[in-house]
């Protein structure tokens, strides 16, 4: 009865495990549909090689791709002699246009990772929105590179006054007062002003939004969404600071053998007395 005691008040006084974790998504291959089911299971696995064990992440539709740059309207520098869009896709947490190609292969192609977008590589509109639902553990800050992509519609919407939109929903939660509308090419985003549908020879006109966002969300939050503006947004480099409510993390090795030593020693001590 001691030793048993003894093991609920250690387990007791263990306090709730929190920490970090990052979701980069480049282990996901680009989707033609809803991917949902694959990145649900690579953001929980994540979470168990952070050490909470009980932990599980639900993933509403969502897309995985590399390349989309919306219809060919984001802006970015040149490469082969071409005006190159500067995304998610080819960049980590870009807020200007030196970033969108490296040289590989003699500088002849671009390279790619993979990020979360609620539109498919194939300009496929899933949904409105994708968002994450938290079982097991909440979330009290955020990170992540994000990019509001434009669309051919853009130009229409644009409020010369503003140089953003005017009549498209705007997607909260993150950028200057919590509201981020858009932005003119070049203007937050670095001096690029082309994009493969403008060309080198005229500037693009359709707004958007590349960077990167950091903060509190909240306490005890178990749900983060994201919706689109004006047809797509994608999200990349997740970062996510938990709390679980109770023990989820999976004791280290050192935990078992400082409980078998402390039991050990209490059952020597048993004997002790028992022989006295």
């Known amino acids: 009865m001691r030793i048993i005691t003894v093991f609920a ?12 974790v990052l979701f980069d998504f480049n282990s996901l291959g680009v989707s033609s549909g ?10 929980t696995a994540q979470m168990h090689l952070a050490g909470c064990a009980s932990c599980s992440i639900s993933v509403s539709t969502v897309a995985t791709d590399q390349t989309y740059n919306g219809d060919g309207h984001v802006v970015g520098p040149k490469f082969n002699n071409a005006a190159t869009s500067l995304t998610l896709g080819n960049s980590d947490g870009a807020t200007n246009n030196n970033g969108a190609y490296n040289t590989k292969n003699g500088g002849t ?8 977008a609620n539109t498919t590589d194939g300009k496929v509109q899933l949904t409105d929105h994708f968002s994450f639902t938290f ?6 800050a955020a990170a992540f590179d994000f990019e509001i992509f434009p669309d051919a519609s853009g130009p229409n919407d644009i409020s010369l006054s503003t140089g953003v939109y005017g009549s498209d929903t705007l997607v909260s939660g993150f950028g200057v007062g919590g509201t981020v509308s858009g932005v003119a090419p070049g203007g937050g985003n670095g001096s690029s002003m082309h994009s493969p549908a403008s060309g080198l020879s005229s500037s693009e006109a359709s707004p958007q939004y590349i960077g990167h ?13 994201f ?4 047809a797509t947004i994608g999200v990349d480099n997740l970062s996510l600071t938990f709390n679980t ?5 999976v004791p280290e090795p050192g935990s078992f053998l400082l409980l078998g030593t402390i039991a050990a020693g209490l059952l020597i001590i048993k004997r002790k007395v028992q022989k006295a």
Do not use: E, Q, R
């Open 213 to 225: 966002w950091s903060g509190s969300v909240g306490s005890n939050v178990a749900n983060l969404n």
């Open 245 to 249: 409510p109770n023990l989820a993390a």
């Open 34 to 43: 809803n991917n949902s089911a694959a990145v649900a299971a690579y953001m």
């Open 109 to 116: 192609s671009l390279k790619y990772d993979t990020f979360l």
């Open 135 to 140: 079982t097991g553990f909440t979330i009290s």
């Open 227 to 230: 919706i689109d503006w004006p």
């Open 9 to 20: 008040v250690l387990l007791a006084g263990i306090p709730a495990y929190a920490g970090t």
